[in-house]
């Protein structure tokens, strides 16, 4: 399938917004996502279903001084 991630172009083997953040090696509780302008709670990753096109920004927090 065909994503649009953070401005690049994928193609990646994945069904839902669970499988992109674990497949980018994520920590799921220092991350955010957003669905083609909608952002996605982590409770509703594994029943978010992707479709090819869809433009996903994923943002990891990160701590430092």
């Known amino acids: 399938m065909r994503l649009h991630i953070n401005?690049?172009?994928?193609?990646?083997?994945?069904?839902?917004?669970?499988?992109?953040?674990?497949h980018f090696q994520l920590q799921k509780g220092l991350v955010a996502t957003e669905l083609d302008g909608t952002?996605?709670?982590?409770?509703?990753?594994?029943?978010?279903?992707?479709?090819d096109g869809m433009k996903i920004e994923l943002v990891q927090f990160v701590g430092g001084g």
Do not use: F
Not at 7 to 22: I, N, S
Not at 44 to 51: A, G
């Open 7 to 22: 401005g690049e172009t994928y193609d990646l083997e994945v069904a839902t917004m669970a499988d992109v953040v674990h």
């Open 39 to 51: 952002i996605i709670d982590r409770d509703r990753w594994d029943d978010t279903e992707l479709r």
